[in-house]
């Protein structure tokens, strides 16, 4: 059974930086993967935020979190990282990541679509004060 499990949300002010952490059993990152953080706020559409296929150097990042957000991984401990920099109000949502294994081209060309995740965690609050 594979479960993604997140953490590092929480309530943060303006300017200041959260880690996130997508770690995952009963399913290995190390192998050809597309993982995603993907983030939801109040009313609005789940969004890709941040997104890598594992073993690759690619990765893809919103406009709107582009220099301010970082998504790595570690496959020793078969996590996922999401570095959040600089945050900003509208940084405001609760945070999934997602993954699905994947060849690069899957990934590169669907990967910002939520509906094209196998698996997913239960998501992580993060609330940022101005």
């Known amino acids: 059974q594979v479960q993604l499990v997140e953490s590092g949300g929480g309530s943060v002010q303006a300017g200041g930086s959260l880690r996130l952490s997508c770690a995952a059993s009963?399913?290995?990152?190390?192998?050809?993967?597309?993982v995603g953080w993907f983030r939801q706020g109040l009313g609005k559409e789940r969004e890709a935020v941040a997104i890598?296929?594992?073993?690759?150097?690619?990765?893809y990042y919103a406009d709107s979190v582009k220099g301010r957000f970082a998504i790595s991984q570690d496959n020793a401990k078969n996590t996922v990282y999401l570095q959040m920099d600089s945050l900003k109000a509208e940084d405001t949502a609760m945070y999934y990541c997602?993954?699905?294994?994947?060849?690069?081209?899957?990934?590169?060309?669907?990967?910002?679509?939520?509906?094209?995740?196998?698996?997913w965690g239960q998501g992580t609050r993060v609330t940022v004060s101005s």
């Open positions: 890598i296929f594992t073993g690759s150097p690619y990765s």
């Open positions: 997602a993954a699905i294994p994947s060849t690069a081209d899957y990934c590169m060309s669907y990967s910002r679509d939520p509906t094209r995740y196998k698996y």
């Open positions: 009963g399913y290995t990152y190390s192998t050809y993967s597309c």
